[in-house]
Structure formats: structure tokens, C-alpha cells
């Protein structure tokens, strides 16, 4: 019983990370509310963490509590009807839309934040 509602959860999840994905998207969408959306998005799409995955409980538990409510305040601050229409093309996709760009400019992001990280740990050493 508890298996079958989580992963109901975990499947409403998806499809509300797709519908906020094509909300950020969308011109009807607020400039500040395509921001966050976007943000929700590309950490949850992201394959490194706030809290990396490998720390026992607290790895997993951001992903658990900050998609969620990401998602959740997303929702919130989006014009009214507009998130029922994203989930039904959600659902009408089936799966999660792919886009290089994006995945280039996240992984471009962090090599940047890890470079500047090597330079600063170099600089303070010496």
C-alpha cells in the first residue's frame, strides 16, 4: 500500500517536473515565475547535488524536499488554468523532453563553479 502511493508520488512528481519545464517555456508565464521554473528544473535535471547523493539520508533528502517544493511554489505563482494544461501535455508526452543546450550550458556552469573553486583553493594555499 505505502509502495503503490509513493510511487504515485514519485510519477506526479515527473510529469509536474515536465509541466513546469514547459512552463518555463511558455510566454503566458511570468518572467520571475520562468526563472524559478527554470531553476527547479535544471536541479532536479542536474547530476550534481546541493548534498551529494553518496551522505547517508541527507544525499537524498534534498532531493525529496527542495524538488518538491520547488515545484510546489512554481506551481503557486503560475497564472491560473495554465499548470492543467501543462500536465496534460505532460502526460500526452510520456517522457521527459531531452535538450542539448541546456544539459551544455548546466555542465559548463559547473566545470566554471569548479574551476574557480581550483583558482581560489591555489591562490589561498600560496
Not at 532536479?44 to 517544493?69: H, Q, R, T
Not at 520547488?70 to 517522457?95: K, T
Amino acid at each position: 500500500m505505502v509502495k503503490a502511493s509513493l510511487r504515485d508520488w514519485a510519477r506526479r512528481i515527473k510529469r509536474d517536473l515536465v509541466a513546469v519545464y514547459l512552463a518555463a517555456r511558455d510566454p503566458r508565464v511570468p518572467w520571475y515565475v520562468k526563472l524559478l521554473a527554470g531553476a527547479v528544473v535544471a536541479y532536479a535535471l542536474s547530476p550534481i547535488d546541493l548534498i551529494p547523493d553518496f551522505i547517508p539520508v541527507l544525499g537524498y533528502l534534498d532531493d525529496v524536499i527542495l524538488v518538491p517544493v520547488g515545484l510546489w511554489l512554481v506551481i503557486r505563482l503560475m497564472p491560473p488554468g495554465l499548470i492543467d494544461e501543462y500536465r496534460a501535455a505532460a502526460d500526452a508526452m510520456g517522457r521527459a523532453p531531452t535538450n542539448r543546450i541546456a544539459a551544455v550550458v548546466i555542465i559548463a556552469v559547473w566545470i566554471g563553479l569548479a574551476a574557480m573553486l581550483a583558482t581560489w583553493l591555489y591562490s589561498s594555499a600560496s
